[in-house]
């Protein structure tokens, strides 16, 4: 029979609706029939492949704005975006891809020229621990981090997330042996400490003392080569950027990080060596050098002149060359001061 009634096509409001019911039996009925259960799951999954078609369009059309804002905003209206992230270990791969591409999408979507997403997860802002501890369970780690890195678009959020405790345990997640999770963590680490100028100097201002001792000692002193390389490419970002010059002048007057960038400049990897030279840059640039580390640049005056000499990128870089120059007339010219 149920072929004779064509049933009308279902708005993207339509859509939402029947996905929260579905979520909520998701979230709420553990011990139903498993016929039924398994239906309604699968309902459910095709219900999330067609509001991802909504927002991303497919190969024969590109997605409407007005079908974008409508589901946007009945998303919001309820608690569809938190059913959604708390019932996602409960979908199949598939469906978790589907979300995962979902709330990435609305995060941009704008709905009277506001990004309504940022209001919902600044009023629901827990959600952010559901995400960031998400990278402790193998299965839903790449999921929850692709969201997490999405949701930190918004400055409100990525202030949250970087003032919390997760951030100390970015420090962990980043060297764990899975090499796929450990990437996706590394990836967030960079978006945080990047994305917000003004929020990350603000942060690296008030955390300084255990930001730097955790990611001397974790990051750049990693027995893993390719953390290291990620984190001196990245400490060279964050301290080259405009925003963070206090920061940046604080550590390039620390013996210690000193030491550090000199173990990096004798790494037999070329790569660390040339990231590591554009931070070691900024101790030899520094027109107020404390005494410790005019002496120990003194001290390692020769070897270090002996390493610059033959010491360039695979590509010529005029730049380089010029910065190399100058750290050398820096170094050479330099008198030991007393203390």
Known sequence: MKGLFKSKPKTPVDLVRQTRDLLIFADSKPDSRESKREEKFATLSKLLRELKQILYGNSEAEPVSEACAQLTQEFFKENTLRLLIVCLPKLNLEARKDATQ???NLQRQQVQSRLIACDYLEANIDLMDILATGYENPDMALHYGAMLRECIRHQSVARYVLESEHMKKFFD???LPNFDIAADAAATFKELLTRHKSTVAEFLSKNYDWFFAEYNSKLLESP?????????KLLGDI???????????????SRDNLRILMNLLRESSKSIQIEAFHVFKLFAANQNKPADIISILVANRSKLLRL???????KEDEQFEADKAQVVREIAG????DH
Request: charged share 25%; aromatic share 10%.
């Open 334 to 337: 330099l008198e030991p001061r």
């Open 239 to 253: 301290l080259l950027d405009r925003s963070n010059s206090a920061v940046m002048t604080r550590y390039a007057s």
């Open 224 to 232: 893993n080569y390719i953390t290291r390389r990620q984190a001196i």
């Open 173 to 175: 997640i980043i060297q």
């Open 308 to 314: 610059f000499a033959d010491f360039k990128p695979d």
């Open 102 to 104: 979902i709330v990435a």
